[in-house]
């Protein structure tokens, strides 16, 4: 069975400090991970993905993330949050062996304080 | 640019209609998603379609139909047996599962509203 937790369903930085959005995972196949972004009344942009490649995947917008198997943990990072990096985050597990089977998390809201 | 589009970008209906959400998609892709979003429960997948013709239901299907008759079109129809169909729609589309880059492309999204 498949699962993702996002830790936090709101998040709150000052404008130029790190910004850290928790997930984990729990999936019985080598899973696929991504992370996507959403602005307000907005579809998803993918920021970054996982598959079984480099363990620290580098994403648009100065976003990383690092895949951690023994902690099933994807956290996204990045050193110095924007104004604009306000929005809706959802971390997202895909199975390479079951088509149908992609589970998005419950979303993680990021509020950035001037 | 490739991308997806859906239309309208904002919908309103009255209860006991049909109505049906558009996705279009000039990317090629071979599978195409329909998810529902409400706050707080991120998002749950209605329909899917790997091919032309060809389509299953997702975690909430009821009250919801598809086709997919053109590989660039995904219509949804949200019938009047949903109970509760006011949400906000993302339709996305996805290259095929054995290549790596199989990351979902998403469209702008329909906000319905019964009114």
């Known amino acids: 069975a498949q699962s993702v937790t996002q830790l936090d369903s709101h998040v709150s930085v000052s404008e130029g400090t790190p910004v850290l959005l928790r997930c984990n995972y729990s999936s019985s196949y080598s899973p696929s991970l991504f992370w996507y972004v959403q602005h307000p009344n907005k579809g998803l942009q993918l920021l970054l993905k996982?598959?079984?490649?480099?363990?620290l995947v580098k994403g648009i917008n100065g976003f990383e993330a690092e895949f951690k198997k023994s902690e099933t943990s994807f956290h996204l990072t990045k050193p110095s949050a924007h104004m604009s990096d306000a929005a809706e985050y959802f971390c997202?597990?895909?199975?390479?062996?079951?088509?149908?089977?992609?589970?998005f998390g419950p979303g993680t809201s990021l509020s950035v304080i001037p | 640019d490739g991308g997806i589009t859906q239309s309208p970008k904002y919908l309103f209906r009255k209860e006991g209609q049909n109505v049906t959400l558009s996705c279009e998609q000039n990317?090629?892709?071979?599978?195409m998603y329909w998810y529902r979003q409400d706050p707080g429960q991120g998002l749950r997948l209605i329909y899917y379609?790997?091919?032309?013709?060809?389509?299953q239901k997702g975690d909430i299907a009821e009250g919801y139909s598809v086709s997919r008759e053109k590989k660039e079109s995904f219509p949804l129809t949200v019938t009047s047996a949903q109970k509760n169909p006011t949400a906000f729609y993302l339709c996305?589309?996805?290259?095929?599962?054995?290549?790596?880059?199989?990351?979902?492309?998403f469209g702008s999204g329909t906000r319905l509203t019964v009114v």
């Open positions: 379609s790997q091919i032309v013709n060809d389509f």
């Open positions: 996305a589309s996805s290259k095929p599962e054995t290549g790596p880059n199989y990351g979902y492309t």
């Open positions: 990317l090629n892709h071979d599978a």
């Open positions: 997202v597990v895909r199975s390479k062996t079951s088509y149908d089977k992609v589970i």
């Open positions: 996982y598959t079984s490649a480099a363990t």
